[in-house]
T-cell receptor, first 111, second 116 residues
Framework: SQQGEEDPQALSIQEGENATMNCSYK?????LQWYRQNSGRGLVHLIL?????REKHSGRLRVTLDTSKKSSSLLITASRAADTASYFC???????????FGTGTRLQVFP | GAVVSQHPSWVICKSGTSVKIECRSL??????MFWYRQFPKQSLMLMAT?????????EQGVEKDKFLINHASLTLSTLTVTSAHPEDSSFYIC????????????FGPGTRLTVL
């Protein structure tokens, strides 16, 4: 399977703490994207990092990409209860229009 | 921003019936649309890629005769689950991509299908 792996599968933290989730993938990519999904809802696009970028910030989000290790991380700083959701990485493969999603991390932020 | 809608948002049907799900790009032309399936507490799995005016390309293991996809216009793609069975119960999500921006997909809100 081409599907990426994410860890941890589940993460529980207190409000104000930072949350880090990791994504590993198997093939060469054009870019890597992170999405959030609230329970039973659609996907919300968070951030896209291209294969020639190493780090990207958006508000409280920080994404890193290491193409040599085929891995990425998403850091959410100063987490809030509203950040409670599932987070997925998705890799855009070279020479294709497909997105391959990772297994996801379920984040629970307690107030 | 680019908005994608899906209809219905949820549907309950009896085993053996067919269900049609619509995916619309509301404010842009989508040359390519994608259909995903998501089982509870699992990730999204790509089912098929549809290009306007041509046959859909199905991923390995997805039955094309069971999941009929039609992309008749640049703003509408439909997924029909034929002769649905309880194991087809899932969350179906579509996404749409604009010409030249295939890696940036805009996702619909999903359709919850429950087959009794």
């Amino acid at each position: 399977s081409q599907q990426g792996e994410e860890d941890p599968q589940a993460l529980s933290i207190q409000e104000g703490e930072n949350a880090t989730m990791n994504c590993s993938y198997k093939t060469s990519i054009n870019n890597l994207q992170w999405y959030r999904q609230n329970s039973g809802r659609g996907l919300v696009h968070l951030i896209l990092i291209r294969s020639n970028e190493r780090e990207k910030h958006s508000g409280r989000l920080r994404v890193t990409l290491d193409t040599s290790k085929k891995s990425s991380s998403l850091l959410i700083t100063a987490s809030r209860a509203a950040d409670t959701a599932s987070y997925f990485c998705a890799t855009a493969l070279l020479d294709t229009d497909k997105l391959i999603f990772g297994t996801g991390t379920r984040l629970q932020v307690f107030p | 921003g680019a908005v994608v809608s899906q209809h219905p948002s949820w549907v309950i049907c009896k085993s053996g019936t067919s269900v049609k799900i619509e995916c619309r790009s509301l404010d842009f032309q989508a040359t390519t649309m994608f259909w995903y399936r998501q089982f509870p507490k699992q990730s999204l799995m790509l089912m098929a890629t549809s290009n306007e005016g041509s046959k859909a390309t199905y991923e390995q293991g997805v039955e094309k005769d069971k999941f009929l996809i039609n992309h008749a216009s640049l703003t509408l793609s439909t997924l029909t689950v034929t002769s649905a069975h309880p194991e087809d119960s899932s969350f179906y999500i579509c996404s749409a991509a604009q010409l030249g921006s295939y890696n940036e997909q805009f996702f619909g809100p999903g359709t919850r299908l429950t087959v009794l």
